[in-house]
């Protein structure tokens, strides 16, 4: 079985046909024979990735729902007449909001260490800089564990960090931009470990404000250490190895020359 995007299936055909369930048949029956040679076919995922998935989208929910009860709770710091009732309620709201994250994380450790192979992906993520734990699993959840892709490029493309061009002979030129398409937990996570690294790690704080010295705009330069970690990421993934600092690529034809 294959999962395709309804998208990139009705782009495969003129947009002038009728919509009705006998065209979509034969246009996806006809997409399955013209494609077949490039068809994702799917794969289940384990058990761990599909409740690793359930326990950071409820972790997402409350981190939200926490986030808008601090919201309330300092604009009602804000008013000339206010609730104390209100407030308290705010605040317990936050404490158990809180605590429910903090479950979840405990559980979400103790299923990555019972899992060996799931374990060992994580903690060859958790090695490249920038990634912690949040970030990893998020990851090895959206690729289940790496199965559909190790791609950097595809990735990126995917999450909507990718900056695409966009020109036509000499008239039509518009700057390279990111379409951010793609799931915005993982972007969101994405540029804060860019933005963490950018200032804790030597080699990309070194980059960064070369980068910015030259004139080019901080997001800019953000997203591009964003691409960089993709990189990293799937190359420990490929290796099979953790991160080695300072580590320099050899040309293979340099050590049989």
């Given at each position: ?207 960064y404000l070369r980068k910015v010295a030259e004139g080019k705009p901080k997001r800019l330069v953000l997203n591009n250490i964003a691409n960089k970690l993709l990189k990293i990421v799937c190359a420990v993934v490929r290796t099979d ?11 293979p034809a340099l050590l049989s020359a």
């Amino acid at each position: 079985m294959a999962v395709e995007s309804p998208l990139k299936v009705k782009r495969a055909f003129a947009q002038s046909a009728p919509k009705n369930d006998t065209v979509d048949a034969r246009q996806i029956a006809e997409y399955g024979h013209r494609f077949y040679d490039e068809l994702p076919w799917w794969t289940p995922p384990t058990v761990v990735v599909e409740q690793v998935r359930v326990l950071l989208t409820a972790r997402e929910q409350f981190t939200a729902q926490r986030v808008a009860n601090i919201n309330a709770q300092q604009a009602l710091h804000h008013k000339v007449i206010t609730s104390l009732t209100a407030e308290e309620a705010y605040g317990q709201a936050i404490v158990q909001l809180d605590e429910n994250i903090e479950e979840i994380d405990r559980e979400l450790k103790r299923l990555i260490k019972e899992d060996d192979s799931f374990h060992r992906l994580i903690r060859t993520l958790t090695s490249v800089p920038g990634v912690g734990m949040l970030l990893a699993a998020n990851l090895a959840v959206l690729t289940n564990g790496f199965a559909r892709t190790d791609n950097p490029k595809h990735l990126a493309s995917y999450l909507g960090i990718c900056p695409l061009e966009h020109t036509s002979g000499t008239s039509v030129y518009r700057k390279p931009r990111s379409r951010q398409y793609g799931p915005p937990r993982m972007r969101k996570l994405l540029y804060l470990a860019a933005m963490s690294v950018s200032v804790h790690n030597a080699q990309f704080r070194a980059y960064y404000l070369r980068k910015v010295a030259e004139g080019k705009p901080k997001r800019l330069v953000l997203n591009n250490i964003a691409n960089k970690l993709l990189k990293i990421v799937c190359a420990v993934v490929r290796t099979d190895s953790p991160y080695i600092p300072n580590y320099k690529s050899v040309n293979p034809a340099l050590l049989s020359a």
